[in-house]
């Protein structure tokens, strides 16, 4: 049998697909940070933009920062269908996520159905299932549904990204008193987590977490 290789360097690699030394070069979101949205700041104390809007999620827990090579991994998963990359995704994230209470139920990030069609697969669904596994909990794919896709988030400046998801959620089910953890690859201004956040409060649920693989490190919009 094969042993597994290192899905960044092509060297021996582990279960989790990278190396020892690879592994260790994972940027891990450690260090002071807003306690809400997770953006790095110098004092640990909740960020001026949580403070002068709360956002309706209510904290992020993120595994790492989107920087070399965790940007590796998410880019080979999202835009190259390289579906190993999900799991030292999951592996990190379920590492950051062991003393945190569990939650009712684990809504990964929904696509529209044309992007799914087109990707042939949700890459926050991909790493939700590893930690659904990790941690035996419960995972949803139809609490919650993307109507419209609109502008590729990525590709727009971040003033205009809480108004190109605004609306772009539907939640068919009732959620009073959940605590509901949203799963992502990718947290950048925090806008589609947001919005999300918001639909599902709407249906009752008591808190969301947003459970995100990779924190982008630079200040902006929450």
Known sequence: MMSPVCLLCGDRGDNEG???????????????????????????????????????FDRVVAAFTYEFPAT??????????????????????????????YPDLIVPMPLAR??????????????????????????????????REGTPQAILPWKQRATNIRNAFVCDFELKGKSIAVVDDVLTTGATLNELALTLKRRGAREVIGWIAARTPAPGET
């Open 18 to 56: 990278l190396c020892k030394g690879c592994r260790a070069s994972l940027p891990r979101s450690t260090g002071m940070q807003c306690p809400v949205c997770a953006i790095p700041n110098p004092t640990g104390e909740r960020c001026g933009r949580c403070l002068s809007k709360s956002p309706h």
């Open 72 to 101: 590796v991994l998410i880019q080979g998963l999202k835009y190259h269908g390289n579906l190993a990359c999900a799991r030292p995704l999951a592996a990190g994230l379920a590492d950051t996520l062991d003393k945190e209470p």
């Open 114 to 147: 044309a992007r799914l069609a087109s990707r042939g697969f949700n890459q926050a669904m991909e790493i939700s299932r590893r930690i659904a596994t990790e941690f035996g909990l419960n995972i949803s794919i139809d609490v919650c549904r993307r109507t």
